[in-house]
Every structure is written in structure tokens, then in C-alpha cells.
């Protein structure tokens, strides 16, 4: 049994209108419980919950306090390859696009590394684009073996891999897997992704399980919003980390919520999220689990950045770079996975946190825990 045989059992159209059939009164009631269901989490993130906002934060905002206190972890994504044998609408490294393709080899990486050890990070996120001929777990193991003594957390963003795999890049030092399914639509999903491993909605889907099994310490899930009804996408998301916590229960979780941003190419968002939604959004899930890592990165603004460390996200990237070798190097704008909105630097991201009266931490584990 995977997440799979779970999602089947529910029709997008029956669980959309669900949502948007919330009433006040459910709003209360979830807004009233200590431990939310689904359905709860339905009328959270219904159009009846609008008006409770400042209500949701408050209750966020004392739940994250209580299980996080005033610190933001801090990481960086390090891009490694751009080449891609998918072509997913809405990215810049769509293998359709004419840009100007780069791998790192271990030296470059290092060079990278470098920068990023100078600036205080303590935990990485490698990052690729998904063409396994080129970039396979022998090209990552061989990259986190590199890095792994220079960090405390090395985390991967890369292709769904095989549970072999993932054990092998386990021992090798990875502890945090990151796989965002973009949307749990099965019916519109190949109008996104129509070529390569990633058209394969259900290999995709049960990449979680299979991290699960290898024994990834943490596993980051989460929808791309703005490509379906972002609200449909947060519920089956719910649902997904209910799932992974009952099935897969000494594992960490994360959520991430990326929002649609510029990139090479035309695409736009069908069902684009307000800033207000987006916050209304982050509170749900705090109150639907207030045990999960909620992770914001450099696609927002740093005005909705700063609002949101204080009503549950608990994990920022800064002074992030989306092409390969842009740290290190020059930055070359035409590399860019999508375009950066918080721009700010490493030093004046940990000034804005500390006048919020949070912490900045540069790692949040060692190697003996
Ligand atoms: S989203 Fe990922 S898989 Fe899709 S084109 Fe971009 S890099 Fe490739």
C-alpha cells in the first residue's frame, strides 16, 4: 500500500466543491480543536475561513512558539546541473528551452562550497534539474560524499530516485529529501508534465514512501500553487503528510509552499494565490500540524517573508541562487530556474530576522544526535 492507493479513493471535483461548501461554523469548530482531521483542514482553507485570519494567526503563531520558540533555520539551495529530460510548462529548464546547459563536477562544487561556508551555512540543499543519464545517484553520492564533511545537513532536491538509491545516498550523508508532487490532479497533471520520468504521476507520488523506507531522516513534500485550485492541491497535500506521519512514523516532515514565478517560457498561472491566501494558507497548516517544518524560499517577497516567520514558517533560504555555479561565479541571468523576489543578502536576512525578535540558526542538528 503507497499514497496512491489512498488518493484514489477521492475525486478532485467532490473534495474541491467540499471545500468551497465550508460554513462558518466549520471554521470554528476546527479553529476549536487541539488535533484537526482533513476536514478541518477543508474549512481552514475554504473561502468561510477569510475572515477568520487573525484569528488563525494567533493560534499559529502561539503553536509554532510553543514547539519551534523564536528561531527561523536557515539553509541554502546549491544548484548543481540544469540540464532536464522533462519539460514541465511552467519551468525555465524545460529540456524545449534554448538556454545554455551546465553540470558541476566536484571541483566546481567545491568552489561553490567555499562561498557558502564563508557566508555561515551549515546546511545544504543540492539541487538539479532531472536527467538521470547525466546526473544519476552515482553522480549525487559522489557530490554528497565531497560535501558532507564541510555541512551538517545535506539535503537533496533532484529526480524521484529508487529506494536503493536513496539508502545509498543515506549512508553517504544525506539526511532531508525534498519532492513536490505539483499537483495531486492525476487527470490534468501530463497537461504540465508531458515528457520524460516525470510525466509518471505515480512514480512521483510514491517517492515519499519510498525515502520513507530508505530510512530519510526527513522528507520535504508540497504542491507547486497556481497550477490547479491551490486550495484542492493544499488538502490533498494535507493528506499526503497525514499519510507519510501514520505510515512512515520516525520520519521528520516538511512542507513547502512554492508559488508560480516568472521563468523562461509563457506560461502562466491558472489559479494564482494572493498574499493574504498565502498567509491564511501557512496558518492552516500550522494548526493542522504543528509538529511539521514549514519552509518559505527566495521566490517571495521579503516584505511576505518577514509577516511569515511570525505566523509559522520555520525554515528560510537566503541570498539563494538558481543557476549553476552562481555563487561561486558571475551570475548568468539566462541559467535561472525562476527569478529570485527576495533578494537580500545573507547578513541582511539574519538583521530582519533578529528584529522580529527570531533567531537565525545555521543548523539543527549535529552528528552525534
Ligand atoms: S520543474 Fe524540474 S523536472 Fe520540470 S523542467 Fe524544471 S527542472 Fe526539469
Same mark, same amino acid.
Given at each position: ?8 479513493? %477521492?475525486?478532485w471535483?467532490?473534495e474541491e466543491?467540499?471545500i ?22 477543508? &474549512? ?30 536557515? @539553509?541554502?539551495?546549491? @544548484?548543481?546541473?540544469? %540540464? ?5 510548462? @511552467?519551468?525555465?529548464?524545460?529540456? %524545449? ?37 547525466? *546526473? ?46 505539483? *499537483? ?44 490547479q485550485n491551490?486550495r484542492t492541491d493544499s488538502f490533498f ?10 505510515? %512512515? ?29 498565502? &498567509? ?69 536576512? &539574519?538583521? &530582519?530576522?533578529?528584529?522580529?525578535? @527570531? ?11
Amino acid at each position: 500500500m503507497t499514497f496512491y492507493d489512498e488518493l484514489i479513493k %477521492h475525486d478532485w471535483d467532490t473534495e474541491e466543491n467540499s471545500i468551497f461548501n465550508k460554513t462558518d461554523r466549520d471554521v470554528r469548530i476546527a479553529l476549536s480543536k487541539e488535533r484537526c482531521t482533513p476536514e478541518d483542514f477543508k &474549512a481552514l482553507i475554504s473561502p468561510a475561513a477569510e475572515p477568520f485570519l487573525r484569528e488563525m494567526a494567533k493560534k499559529a503563531e502561539e503553536l509554532t512558539l510553543r514547539r519551534y520558540g523564536r528561531t527561523i533555520q536557515m @539553509y541554502i539551495p546549491l @544548484y548543481v546541473s540544469n %540540464h532536464c529530460s522533462n519539460s514541465c510548462v @511552467y519551468c525555465g529548464f524545460n529540456c %524545449h528551452n534554448k538556454i545554455h546547459r551546465v553540470k558541476l563536477e566536484v571541483d566546481q562544487v567545491m568552489e561553490e562550497i567555499e562561498v557558502l561556508k564563508r557566508w555561515g551555512f551549515r546546511h545544504l540543499l543540492l539541487v538539479s534539474g532531472e536527467a538521470p543519464r547525466l *546526473t544519476d545517484a552515482d553522480y549525487y553520492e559522489k557530490i554528497v560524499k565531497a560535501v558532507r564533511p564541510h555541512f551538517a545537513q545535506i539535503s537533496l532536491e533532484v529526480q524521484p530516485l529508487l529506494t536503493e538509491e536513496y539508502a545509498r545516498l543515506v549512508d553517504a550523508g544525506i539526511s532531508y529529501v525534498c519532492v513536490y508532487q505539483e *499537483t495531486y490532479n492525476e487527470r490534468t497533471y501530463p497537461d504540465f508534465h508531458p515528457r520524460g520520468q516525470k510525466a509518471n504521476f505515480r512514480f512521483r507520488l510514491e517517492t515519499p514512501d519510498r525515502c520513507g523506507t530508505a530510512g530519510v531522516n526527513k522528507i520535504g513534500i508540497g504542491a507547486l500553487l497556481g497550477l490547479q485550485n491551490w486550495r484542492t492541491d493544499s488538502f490533498f497535500t494535507a493528506l499526503h503528510l497525514r499519510y507519510m506521519e501514520r505510515t %512512515h512514523w520516525r520520519t521528520k516532515y516538511s512542507i513547502s509552499l512554492p508559488r508560480l514565478r516568472p521563468h523562461v517560457g509563457s506560461f502562466m498561472p491558472k489559479d494564482p494565490i494572493s498574499d493574504r491566501q498565502m &498567509a491564511q494558507l501557512i496558518c492552516a497548516y500550522r494548526i493542522f500540524d504543528p509538529e511539521v517544518d514549514i519552509s518559505l524560499s527566495t521566490r517571495e517577497s521579503a516584505e511576505f517573508r518577514d509577516m511569515a516567520m511570525r505566523i509559522g514558517v520555520t525554515t528560510m533560504s537566503a541570498a539563494s541562487s538558481t543557476e549553476p555555479g552562481g555563487y561561486a561565479s558571475a551570475p548568468h541571468k539566462e541559467l535561472e530556474q525562476f527569478v529570485i523576489n527576495d533578494g537580500r543578502s545573507v547578513e541582511e536576512m &539574519a538583521v &530582519a530576522i533578529r528584529a522580529k525578535g @527570531y533567531e537565525p540558526v545555521w543548523k539543527d542538528w549535529d552528528e552525534w544526535m
